[in-house]
């Protein structure tokens, strides 16, 4: 069935579209021709009557999230099709069907041409998570294409959309299973455990898109007192007493966080006394500390959400890699990131430059970090590049 709602874009607006940006800001629409509600299907026509794309129309300054620049139904079969490339792309980069590693992303918004859902699989779990209403209509489906895809190999798909959805939408929507019961909340990443919180944790539950960065910090760790600030589940602190770290260090200012990173250090490694984590605001703890670290990560959460905090979270990153500079030992390591999309690589290069700067250190630029394969960035849509990471050499 087609849609019965028409978007007539202003003429010279559909130039975006044919260079297949899955986005249609309301500023480009001229007029609509039916009465759409948020989240429903609807096709985007240029000026002069020409199809050019499908997808799910919403309230505010985005209007639609393009799911397809052809002329097809968006039913079972277009999801089927769609989660089967997401799942194929997995396989072909070596995170999917792997004895050591059962945690990764199989959906990744617009990376994966479904703009506004992600799926992250934790063992025999999938946690769905959509950011639109339309993808949260859809739900349903997107469950039946996913189940019959990984029968084998899933036991439940547990939907966590309350705070990802519209506010204003008011859809009422709870969190909980779509599909089956979990049967545990362990899963495996690169032959290490971790207890992961899908019920109340943030995002899905665990940051699987440091996966490839914690890999490359086992490898540094060897020997080196380590700092993990804003360390949450405590994967990088994990990973580091795998390498052969002295000791260990991990920072959150959230009780609970220290809870999780216990139990995680307790689960690989029971009993190890190279681990200490400690509840703390990371301004304070790094200002304050008396034991020296040689190796430091900083992994805080999103500094900026949106384009309006840009300034103050550029003075943020910049006030907290100074300090972390300023104490870090003579051939010091610095792991240091930033998950804000709104943050361009460049405006975090300097950020960290001027911080630097400040510090009167000589600092070297060892490796640039991004997302891992299974966080995909489509072409054309260059905004999915939202995690940037530095390693830096400190004199």
């Known amino acids: 069935?087609?849609?019965?709602?028409?978007?007539?874009?202003?003429?010279?607006?559909?130039?975006?579209?044919?260079?297949?940006?899955?986005?249609?800001?309301?500023?480009?629409?001229?007029?609509?021709?039916?009465n759409p509600q948020e989240g429903d299907i609807v096709d985007v026509l240029a000026a002069d009557g020409q199809f050019l794309a499908r997808g799910h129309w919403q309230i505010g300054s985005?209007?639609?999230?393009?799911?397809?620049?052809e002329d097809r139904p968006i039913d079972l079969a277009f999801w089927t099709e769609r989660l089967s490339a997401a799942l194929d792309t997995r396989r072909s980069v070596g995170v999917y069907g792997r004895p050591d590693n059962d945690m990764f992303r199989l959906v990744h918004g617009e990376g994966d041409f479904l703009p506004g859902l992600v799926i992250d699989i934790y063992g025999r779990t999938a946690v769905m998570q959509a950011h639109s209403v339309g993808m949260h209509l859809c739900r349903q489906q997107l469950v039946e294409a996913l189940t019959s895809l990984m029968a084998e190999r899933l036991d439940a798909v547990y939907y966590k959309s309350e705070t990802t959805l519209p506010f204003k939408a008011s859809l009422g929507q709870e969190n909980g299973f779509l599909f089956g019961q979990s049967k545990g909340d362990v899963a495996r990443e690169n032959g290490l455990l971790f207890h992961i919180d899908w019920l109340k944790g943030q995002k899905t539950g665990f940051f699987v898109d440091q996966r490839d960065n914690r890999s490359l910090l086992e490898q540094y760790s060897r020997g080196r007192n380590v700092l993990n600030m804003f360390c949450y589940t405590g994967g990088f602190s994990v990973y580091a007493l795998r390498g052969g770290a002295h000791k260990v260090t991990s920072v959150d200012s959230s009780a609970k966080a220290i809870e999780l990173v216990n139990a995680n250090v307790e689960l690989n490694f029971p009993a190890d006394e190279r681990h200490d984590a400690v509840a703390e605001d990371a301004f304070k703890f790094l200002s304050e500390m008396k034991h020296p670290y040689d190796l430091i990560i900083l992994d805080p959460p999103a500094f900026a959400k949106h384009k309006d905090a840009l300034k103050n979270a550029l003075r943020g990153y910049t006030k907290l890699n100074a300090k972390a500079l300023e104490k870090i030992q003579p051939g010091g390591i610095l792991f240091t990131f930033s998950c804000s999309q709104a943050v361009s690589k460049d405006q975090f290069r300097m950020a960290v430059f001027t911080a630097a700067a400040l510090s009167h250190r000589r600092v070297r630029i060892l490796h640039q970090l991004h997302q891992p394969a299974d966080h995909p960035i489509n072409i054309y849509h260059p905004e999915g590049e939202y995690l940037k990471g530095l390693v830096l050499y400190v004199e």
Do not use: N, Y
């Open 62 to 69: 985005i209007a639609v999230r393009v799911l397809t620049f």
């Open 1 to 34: 069935m087609k849609p019965t709602t028409i978007i007539h874009l202003k003429r010279g607006k559909e130039e975006s579209l044919q260079r297949f940006h899955p986005w249609i800001f309301s500023g480009a629409v001229h007029h609509i021709e039916g």
